[in-house]
């Protein structure tokens, strides 16, 4: 079979010698008891860069020598790219949020023998689930490989934020000591209502790694958590997402992007925020509006804005969002640590060693099966389809 990969561009001066660290810490177990991916084998060294083109995801020596073709690029947008002559015969396509090969309507119409779209990370949004559903194509992602990771970052996000870290640590740079300067927008957490938009795996590992702040802690999601975790957490439940941002100073963003959510932070909606609040999102870009963000900085509605994921990705090189006031945005990397790569490696591997011979992929990693949403998929996304305006995406100019 041919497997088609898309991968980000290797590092600008090669593949690194040496790592910070010699070993990565062992994990045993996710939160809720899931196992971390159990492929029979791998062909890497944790804590190595997988994610890039040369990483490979560590698969190339386990489907060669199963007689299986693997191409890799990260050549993926505008007309006549790699990735898109590949495609046309590829039985299987990998991609990674961070670099995202947007699988849309057009291009699974012309992927004739496109069986399975395997996301090497969590959020399938690139992929047109619709279409994916409507052509008989299975969508699965690594379900949980990251997810701590980017409550880590969501926990630095507010805390740099709500503190003005960025500012500070650029007077540092520039050579400075104003310290009036350094702290004019500076405050403590403490004691303020922090709130989530959806408390799955990121979301309520969010609220436990903010508890210790004494903060007061809410959510809103379409499935309430057990009685007992919102006795754990003090945590208040809402009924709507207008509920919850008219409380909150900090409101972080952690459902996944489908129709329901996209768009869902627009200028009506920041204008039912408290005045002055922040938002940190590590969900997906689309699910905010560009320009109603950029607007709301600069008018004050918001005091800083905070994430690491955009639309389309790569962003445009002008997109407003590297330019707008207040803001802490990093490229999408919250979720490709090098520790994460290692899990979702090894997920990766696990699905398909259970897709080449004939078994079953784990029902968490499952988001569209058999035409129908599965798994995650169903509890987690809607039917149709994000992926529209991602051809912006060939607009990026490599620097
Ligand atoms: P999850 O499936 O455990 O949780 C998703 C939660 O969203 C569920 O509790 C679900 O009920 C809720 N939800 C869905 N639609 C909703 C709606 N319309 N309103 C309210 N709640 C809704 O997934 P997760 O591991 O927590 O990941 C969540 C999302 O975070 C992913 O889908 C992805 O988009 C994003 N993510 C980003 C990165 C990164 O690197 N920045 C990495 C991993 C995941």
Redesign the pocket.
């Known amino acids: 079979m041919k497997v088609l990969c898309i991968l980000y561009d290797d590092p600008k001066g090669g593949m690194p010698k040496n790592y910070p660290l010699s070993e990565l810490p062992k994990l045993d177990k996710y939160p809720d008891g899931q196992a971390l991916p159990t492929p029979k084998n791998i062909d890497y060294t944790p804590g190595e860069l997988l994610g890039c083109v040369s990483g490979e995801l560590g698969l190339r020596k386990f489907l060669e020598s199963n007689g299986h073709e693997l191409v890799v690029t990260s050549d993926k947008d505008g007309e006549n790219c790699t990735a898109d002559k590949e495609l046309v015969d590829a039985d299987v396509v990998i991609s990674q949020?961070?670099w995202p090969f947007y699988l849309t309507k057009e291009r699974i119409a012309n992927a004739k023998n496109l069986k399975m779209a395997v996301t090497a990370?969590?959020?399938?949004?690139h992929v047109d689930l619709q279409a994916a559903m409507d052509n008989g194509i299975d969508v699965v992602e690594v379900?949980?490989c990251?997810?701590r990771?980017?409550a880590e970052?969501i926990v630095m996000m507010i805390l740099s934020l709500v503190r003005d870290y960025h500012n500070q640590h650029r007077i540092v740079n520039e050579g400075g000591w104003n310290i009036a300067d350094a702290v004019q927008r500076s405050y403590d957490v403490e004691g303020m209502h922090i709130g989530t938009?959806?408390?799955?795996?990121?979301?309520?590992d969010a609220l436990r790694k903010m508890k210790p702040f004494d903060v007061h802690l809410h959510y809103?999601?379409?499935?309430r958590l057990p009685d007992s975790v919102e006795k754990e957490l003090n945590l208040t439940f809402h009924e709507s997402?207008e509920s919850l941002v008219a409380v909150c100073d900090v409101v972080t963003i952690?459902?996944?992007?489908?129709p329901?959510?996209e768009n869902?932070f627009d200028e009506v909606l920041i204008n039912k925020m408290k005045k002055g609040a922040y938002i940190v999102n590590?969900?997906?870009g689309k699910i905010c509006d560009r320009e109603a963000i950029a607007k709301a900085l600069e008018s004050g509605q918001l005091s800083g804005y905070a994430?690491?994921?955009w639309f389309p990705q790569p962003a445009p090189n002008d997109h407003i969002w590297r330019t707008m006031p207040h803001h802490g945005m990093t490229p999408?990397?919250?979720?490709?640590s090098l520790s994460a790569q290692a899990r979702y490696a090894a997920g990766v591997r696990e699905i398909l060693e259970c897709f080449f011979e004939g078994k079953p992929i784990r029902e968490e990693y499952t988001i569209v099966k058999d035409g129908n949403l599965a798994g995650?998929g169903a509890?987690?996304?809607?039917k149709g389809s994000a992926t529209s305006g991602s051809e912006e995406a060939a607009k990026y100019k490599k620097m």
């Open positions: 949020p961070f990370g969590i959020g399938s949004d379900t949980y990251n997810s990771s980017v970052h938009v959806a408390a799955g795996r990121i979301g309520l809103f999601d379409r499935h997402v952690n459902c996944p992007l489908h329901e959510t869902l590590t969900a997906r994430g690491d994921v999408h990397t919250s979720g490709t995650t509890h987690s996304y809607s």
